[in-house]
């Protein structure tokens, strides 16, 4: 179902989440060139990039944090830390291949590593990689929004880490095992329906300035995600922090001499796998503040499988892709543009 507002048809790029896994998953092969001999002795793993393509990087390193021996880092900037060296892997993830600080900081990589892959639908930075001797890749198809690129980017970084044996089989398994699932919530998801969800906190946010809170770790990346989305698709300014650091610093702003009801909204991401004692921290701080800020709204999805840590992460970046996308619409706005972001492209 598509939408007058929206002119670019973010509605058909979002509902295809699980086709862009599934198609990653059937032809990463026709998609990919990989030496794999050449990352026998990785010691270290740096994802270069910015926007959909950090939240990626950052979804990854949580997901591996705990499995792993090796660190992962995501650099979001135009210069790389002085620890990378010949065994560090470099994924350089840019849609376009045109990403300023990727391209920067991926030419610094050159001179400390010969284990760069792009992760590009070609660009600038494919051609760079190339001219330098450097045919090893992973492609993405064209004519996407590069946030909404999320499936894409996701489930072929991980497949990647598969091939060169950085990650077993069980990873690849889980993200098959996600997509019928996938396929049900997204088309409940993007149903216009006061009884979905999504819909449902768009109606009560659209017109707010929402603060997300959720614990460090996997859920404030889906807290940062939603909070990027809404400022992009929905052009409403919105902020994230994290459980308990908010506890140390934040929470104090919230003064009684600040009118802070008729503007913000607190939403609290507090799903059944939050740590016991930050739970109890979004309980207090929920209450301390229920008197200062009357619209708090809870967001949890109820998984009846919470082994699969790769279903339960996208089908919460789904939900939150969809509130957005429903923000938009009740703004009458079109989620596909971003004057701001291309203007300031065009300056720099």
Not at 57 to 65: M, Q
Not at 154 to 181: C, G, H, P, R, T
Request: aromatic fraction near 10%; proline fraction near 3%; charge should be neutral.
């Amino acid at each position: 179902m598509t939408n007058k507002i929206d002119k670019s048809n973010m509605y058909k790029d979002i509902i295809e989440l699980p086709n862009h896994i599934q198609d990653s998953l059937e032809n990463f092969k026709n998609n990919s060139n990989l030496e794999e001999e050449k990352y026998i002795e990785i010691e270290s793993i740096m994802i270069l990039g910015m926007g959909g393509s950090a939240i990626t990087g950052l979804l990854v390193s949580e997901l591996l944090k705990n499995k792993l021996n090796i660190p992962i880092y995501v650099n979001q900037n135009y210069s790389i830390p002085k620890w990378v060296n010949h065994k560090t892997l470099v994924i350089a993830s840019s849609y376009s291949g045109n990403t300023e600080e990727t391209l920067i900081s991926c030419k610094e990589c050159l001179e400390k590593t010969n284990k760069i892959i792009p992760l590009t639908t070609g660009g600038q930075l494919f051609d760079l990689l190339q001219k330098e001797n450097y045919f090893d890749y992973v492609k993405m198809p064209k004519g996407l929004q590069p946030r909404a690129t999320i499936g894409y980017s996701f489930a072929l970084m991980l497949i990647l880490l598969n091939k060169i044996n950085i990650i077993d089989d069980s990873f690849i398994k889980d993200l098959e095992n996600s997509v019928d699932f996938l396929i049900k919530k997204n088309k409940e998801y993007s149903k216009q329906n006061k009884n979905n969800i999504a819909y449902s906190i768009a109606n009560k946010i659209y017109n707010k300035n929402p603060i997300i809170y959720a614990e460090e770790g996997v859920f404030n990346i889906i807290s940062y995600r939603f909070k990027c989305q809404l400022n992009e698709n929905s052009k409403i300014i919105a902020f994230n922090h994290a459980i308990p650091e908010m506890n140390h610093n934040e929470i104090e702003s919230y003064s009684n001499k600040i009118n802070l009801n008729e503007n913000f909204t607190i939403i609290w991401i507090n799903d059944s796998i939050v740590y016991d004692k930050n739970k109890k921290r979004i309980e207090i701080v929920s209450n301390i503040l229920k008197n200062k800020i009357k619209n708090q709204l809870f967001l949890e999805i109820n998984f009846k499988d919470n082994e699969n840590k790769i279903l339960k992460y996208l089908t919460y970046i789904n939900l939150v892709d969809w509130i957005s996308y429903h923000c938009a619409i009740l703004n009458q706005i079109d989620p596909s543009i971003i004057p701001n972001i291309n203007e300031l492209k065009k300056s720099l």
